[in-house]
């Protein structure tokens, strides 16, 4: 082997293993994650202030279920299907925006897409037509009627 063809390769084994310690310190996004598709937004994203507000923070106008609603948000939930409950904080969330189309008084079938598409994606692949409306059966029977 020439010298020069060596200090080819000892390069590219260089620029390899360099790429590979790079890629460990890198975050990987949760390919299931991202290929969801983007779900529907009841409110506006909120703009960063300059200065930190010495006021209390303004009530979202979404009801929140307490505890007890909660748990029982859960269960109705867990049993339209149990990956809908693997992340307790998320699945909530996503109830208080089906309550926010449910309390803006939107049209029944965009109330249930919207559902419908704030709950797919990660766990659960895909839902049902029926089990979106069961998820907003269990919306407004926990904590929004």
Do not use: H
């Not at 890629?23 to 994203?45: G, I, N, R, V, Y």
Request: glycine share 4%; net charge positive.
């Amino acid at each position: 082997m020439t010298p020069k063809k060596r200090n080819w390769i000892i390069a590219i084994v260089a620029v390899l293993a360099l790429g590979w310690v790079v890629s460990l310190f890198q975050d990987e996004p949760d390919k299931a994650e991202a290929e969801t598709k983007p779900k529907p937004s009841a409110t506006a994203a909120a703009k960063p202030t300059d200065k930190p507000s010495k006021e209390a923070p303004k009530p979202s106008g979404i009801p929140s279920p307490d505890t007890a609603q909660t748990a029982a948000l859960i269960r109705a939930l867990g049993a339209i299907e149990p990956g809908l409950v693997v992340k307790e904080d998320r699945a909530v969330d996503r109830a208080r925006n089906v309550c926010s189309d449910i309390k803006a008084d939107k049209p029944a079938a965009t109330v249930q897409s919207n559902a419908k598409a704030r709950y797919e994606g990660g766990t659960v692949p895909s839902l049902t037509d029926k089990q979106a409306s069961d998820i907003v059966t269990a919306v407004k029977s926990s904590f929004c009627g």
